[in-house]
């Protein structure tokens, strides 16, 4: 709704000279000697001995004789009236729902009115419509008022408005000047004429121009000009011609230089050098009010800062008769720690908790410390990780984990010690990257149970790995996507000895999701393939094989439930792997919440061959409910295989955090 800024425009802007004046409106209303009606402070009614005036309108609607009124015969003058309104003419131009929400004839139409009260509303609204009318460039309007008396059988008063807008004004004359007698470095009608999303010939609507002047110190900052002297705009409106002209006086100032950077040291670690990485500009560039927003957007970026503000300041004059334009950073810490809880149910299973504790500068700058743990009914992890936002360059974090894990699933049962290091770019919801990669490394030693082999024998695996992605991301939202494409390449080459014997192989995946916007909703797909070449399944360590079935694979399926199987059932994992999924998503507001249904199909195929395969795809489908929050969607979603295997549940259940894909 455009209330606010239409009403600031209208009333700010153009009180300016006139040349010519504008046609009286035909229906002014009576003016009477200001005293106050009972119950109604400040509303204006005649003098008690003065002949009262008609009604506006010409309505026939007899004023009392007061003389005649008694204690038992309420005065007339101050009788409950009862009115509705009808209003024409606004509608077709836009402004009706702007009219409604601040009339005052709308606003108190259901209480009782006295017959002063209503005269001075039908007033106020009158020089309203004129106003709004006058914010989108008309200004030789007329707006007639009229009351009825209520029909046979009806209590309301009718009170109608009727508008004609008459012509629409435009600029004839636009001109940006120096101020008088000032020495100026830069022509301003050069600058400042480009940066005016205003033209002669356009509309004079109050406020369109009344947001460009709003923007005009930031784009001038854009544009080099830190400082600049804004005088406000002279508008003369011209009734004869039916046109205006807009002149205004504007010192550009000198043109800036980003010059140093002083931080408070609010919190430890980040002074001037490390928020000197964080800026992406040197000193000595160009000054833009982008780059000073940037950096103070990157400042909030590290959760280190309850708040931080990045103010301009006038530096030295440099010789050349540039500017420097220092940045004074003042900030709160934010606290530092964190405990984070979370939970989830899926079929299969079972009930799943985690829970964290965080420290995001127990190493400063920006050493984020996280001790996790999770307790579920088939996995249990123990981990320690270390965290190092902006290392050496903005947006690269470097990431070192270890911990132990153990598993029970249906395929395997494994208990893990490992350490991993990574470097990364990251992206994250202020800044989504189109490119994103990581580059890893990971040793393990692990103790595992392969129960797809008769006698489920133990074998103890020793792992290297160097896992490596890549990602390109065109969606238009990180964590709940509607429109876009995202796709994935990684790539783990691994060597592991067993055995007293070594084998090396490459385990190799690629992923792409899709979302297309259709109204309310979203149609999103998802489509993955990954192989391992360089060993037989039978040699790899059960829980680096490929496996498929569960929340965030095919649903209607438990965990490991997709792919072959022994002759006991138990999944045996595999060399390659196919997933497909297309999911429906509808967003709407219900019971003062942001809700949304889902429906989706799923398909997927794990084999023992190295090339994914089409051929026996397991279906699901299914249908969800989602509950929108601030740090992404509640998924419950419950699901049925169309072509199950023996054993597999009729109904699969499932509750996370996030979307599927």
Known sequence: MRVAPILLAACGLFGAAVRAQPTPLPVPLPTPPAETAP??????IPAPDAPLPDLPGG????????ASTTSAEPEAATAAIRYRIEAAGLDTLGLDDEFRALSSLYRQRGEDTNLAQLS?????????????LRSIGHYGSTVTTSVNPPAAGQRDSVVKISVEPGPLYSFAGISILPPEGAAQTADPARIVTRLLPIRVGDAVEAARVQSAQDALPTRL?????????????????????????????IDLGR???????????AVKGMGNDHIGLLSRFKSGDRYSNAGREDLRRALVQTGLFGAVAVKAVEGPVLADGRQAVDLEISSEAAPPRTIALSGGYSTGQGVRLEGSWTHRNLFPPEGAFTARAVAAEREQVAQLELRKRNFRKRDRQLLVSGGFTASQQFAFAAETLGITAALARESNIIWQKDWTWSLGAQALITSQRDRSVPGDPRRTFTVAALPMSVTWDKSDDLLNPSRGLRLTARLSPEITLRDRSNFNYVKAQFETTAYQPFGDLVVAARFHI???????????APDRRFYAGGGGSVRGYVFQGVGPRNADNVPTGGNS?????????????????DLGLAAF???????????????????????GARFYTGFGPIRIDIATPLNPQAGDPRVVFYVSIGQAF
Do not use: C, K
Not at 577 to 591: I, K, P
Not at 601 to 623: N, Q, W
């Open 39 to 44: 119950g109604d402070a400040g509303d204006p």
């Open 59 to 66: 309505a026939a609607v007899a004023w009392p004789d007061v």
């Open 120 to 132: 001075r509303r039908i007033t106020e609204d009158r020089d309203l419509a004129e106003l709004l």
């Open 221 to 249: 900052a854009d544009a080099g000009y830190p400082f600049p002297r804004i005088a406000a705009p002279d508008i003369v409106i011209d009734h004869a011609s039916r046109d205006a002209t807009l002149t205004q006086r």
């Open 255 to 265: 043109r800036g230089l980003f010059g140093t950077i002083r931080s408070d040291n």
């Open 530 to 540: 990954g192989s391992i070449v360089g060993a037989s399944r039978g040699v790899i």
């Open 577 to 593: 792997v196919t997933e497909l999924a297309v999911e429906g998503r509808y967003r709407f507001q219900a019971w003062g919440q």
């Open 601 to 623: 199909i799923d398909a997927g195929e794990v084999s023992t061959g190295t090339t994914p395969a089409f051929d026996r795809l397991s279906l699901g489908a299914g249908i």
